[in-house]
């Protein structure tokens, strides 16, 4: 499954803050976006995941490829870590969360409720739903926030074994995941052009 962008051009409060992006993301392959806070990368993510439309150019993929995780865990805080994977494993038509619950190390906290799980432990079950959806691109926006340095293995080792099964990963993160099959973008020659106009109407409050 290959993700192909054309000529693509992203938008934030209707204010373009990346223009010109092309690359293609293979199967079996990850690819890392770099920049400073507010350079765009999420809007990007955003983007490319479907979440928005693009102001100009295009993404090319099929249908029900992508997996997003975002800044939320999206976790529901009165269900458990079971019932949890369990919910999201049925909306994607799958039945099997033992993987995912082996994956992030989660089996001592199958029965615990959402809502008492420590910050990193959220972040863990949050990624874990990545597991179930077998979507094959994961679209991830600084996925490791709040792990800690086991945690973060346990996220790359889990990243490495999607892209084994010819997955592929798209991803923000400022984190060295020790992925030799990552390839990195730095999105910074990316950034738009804004209209001076515009530009002083909104101080740039928003690039």
């Not at 993700?3 to 993301?25: C, H, M, Q, S």
């Not at 369990?86 to 001592?108: E, L």
Request: contains cysteine; charged residues 20%.
């Amino acid at each position: 499954m290959t993700l192909t962008v054309f000529d693509l051009t992203v938008a934030r409060g209707g204010i373009p803050v990346l223009e010109g992006l092309n690359f293609a993301l293979e199967r079996g392959r990850a690819l890392i976006l770099r920049g400073p806070n507010g350079s765009g990368k999420t809007t990007l993510l955003r983007t490319i995941a479907g979440l928005q439309s693009p102001q100009i150019g295009r993404v090319e993929c099929m249908g029900d490829s992508f997996a997003y995780a975002g800044h939320s865990d999206g976790l529901k805080t009165m269900l458990s870590v079971t019932e949890n994977l369990t919910f999201w494993a049925d909306v994607f038509g799958k039945k099997d969360i033992s993987k995912a619950v082996a994956a992030f190390d989660m089996s001592n906290l199958v029965d615990r409720m959402a809502g008492s799980l420590s910050a990193g432990q959220k972040r863990r079950l949050g990624l874990a739903r990545l597991l179930v959806t077998g979507r094959p691109i994961w679209v991830l926006d600084e996925p490791t926030v709040s792990l800690d340095a086991t945690s973060v293995k346990m996220f790359a080792d889990a990243v490495r074994t999607h892209l084994k099964g010819g997955g592929s990963a798209l991803m923000a993160t400022h984190i060295d995941l020790g992925l030799t099959e990552a390839e990195v973008l730095d999105v910074g020659p990316f950034k738009a052009t804004v209209n001076s106009t515009i530009a002083g109407e909104f101080g740039e409050a928003f690039l």
